[in-house]
């Protein structure tokens, strides 16, 4: 004969029900709008010498020119829990005036941070910098692109675990490993950009969109 109580089976149930739902908690967050009120106050002007005024209203950055360069911070990226691999970046950006670059950002890849410059030495050049100390100019991820003044340029960034991917106006631009290789910043102001931030060189610049996504 069972000695089975089928009052307790049924409390175990229920338990084990219970105990599941309170370890489970919340699905870890996947997506973050940078300039959306949530995060409005953790953006701060870097501080580069003699940078231009530097504008944060109704969901856009503007970036007024620099002796030479301005900058922008984003300071919650570690407090917020965004990620540091396996991620995309995604913005718009647009070069007012001037010939120089005007949407470079400094992110994060696992333990390292880079920047991609767009529009850079005299308005053209893409790249990362830097990646085995050799800046965008040097390194194999240089490429050359027409950014005409006064237009939108979109720009998607894939931070993966041994790669980087760049898509500038839906082209591919950057398709690298970075596995063995060294991931650093270029020496300098750009640094002031830590740990998230746009910078602009002698020109003025806006920004908007900024969505990262986890992948």
Same mark, same amino acid.
């Given at each position: 004969?069972?000695?089975?109580?089928?009052?307790?089976? #049924?409390?175990?149930?229920?338990?084990?029900?219970?105990?599941?739902?309170?370890?489970?908690?919340?699905?870890?967050?996947?997506?973050?709008?940078?300039?959306? *009120? %949530?995060?409005?106050?953790?953006?701060?002007?870097?501080?580069?010498?003699?940078? &231009?005024?530097?504008?944060?209203?109704?969901?856009?950055?503007? $970036?007024?020119? &620099?002796?030479?360069?301005?900058?922008?911070?984003?300071? !919650?990226?570690?407090?917020?829990?965004?990620?540091?691999?396996?991620?995309?970046? %995604?913005? %718009?950006?647009?070069?007012?005036?001037?010939? @120089?670059?005007?949407?470079?950002?400094?992110?994060? +890849?696992? *333990?390292?941070?880079?920047?991609?410059? +767009? &529009?850079?030495?005299?308005?053209?050049?893409?790249?990362?910098?830097?990646? *085995? *100390?050799?800046?965008?100019?040097?390194?194999?991820?240089?490429?050359? !692109?027409?950014?005409?003044?006064?237009?939108?340029?979109?720009?998607?960034?894939?931070?993966? @675990?041994? @790669?980087?991917?760049?898509?500038?106006?839906?082209?591919?631009? +950057?398709?690298?490993?970075?596995?063995?290789?060294?991931?650093? $910043?270029?020496? #300098? @102001?750009? %640094?002031?950009?830590?740990?998230?931030?746009?910078?602009?060189?002698?020109?003025?610049?806006?920004?908007?969109? +900024?969505?990262?996504?986890?992948?």
């Amino acid at each position: 004969m069972s000695s089975r109580n089928p009052f307790f089976g #049924g409390r175990a149930a229920w338990l084990c029900l219970f105990f599941m739902l309170t370890q489970c908690g919340q699905a870890p967050r996947s997506e973050w709008k940078l300039l959306s *009120d %949530e995060f409005a106050p953790a953006w701060k002007p870097s501080g580069m010498p003699e940078e &231009g005024k530097v504008l944060i209203q109704n969901g856009e950055i503007s $970036l007024q020119p &620099g002796q030479p360069m301005t900058g922008v911070r984003f300071e !919650a990226w570690n407090s917020a829990g965004l990620p540091l691999t396996r991620y995309s970046i %995604e913005y %718009e950006a647009m070069r007012v005036e001037g010939n @120089d670059f005007f949407g470079t950002v400094t992110f994060p +890849v696992n *333990d390292s941070h880079v920047s991609l410059v +767009v &529009g850079g030495w005299g308005g053209t050049l893409v790249g990362i910098s830097s990646i *085995d *100390d050799m800046d965008a100019s040097e390194n194999t991820t240089t490429g050359n !692109a027409q950014f005409e003044n006064n237009r939108w340029h979109k720009v998607r960034i894939e931070v993966r @675990d041994d @790669d980087l991917r760049v898509l500038i106006n839906n082209k591919l631009f +950057v398709n690298t490993s970075t596995k063995g290789h060294k991931l650093s $910043l270029r020496a #300098g @102001d750009i %640094e002031k950009c830590l740990p998230f931030g746009f910078t602009s060189y002698a020109t003025q610049s806006r920004i908007r969109n +900024v969505l990262i996504h986890r992948l």
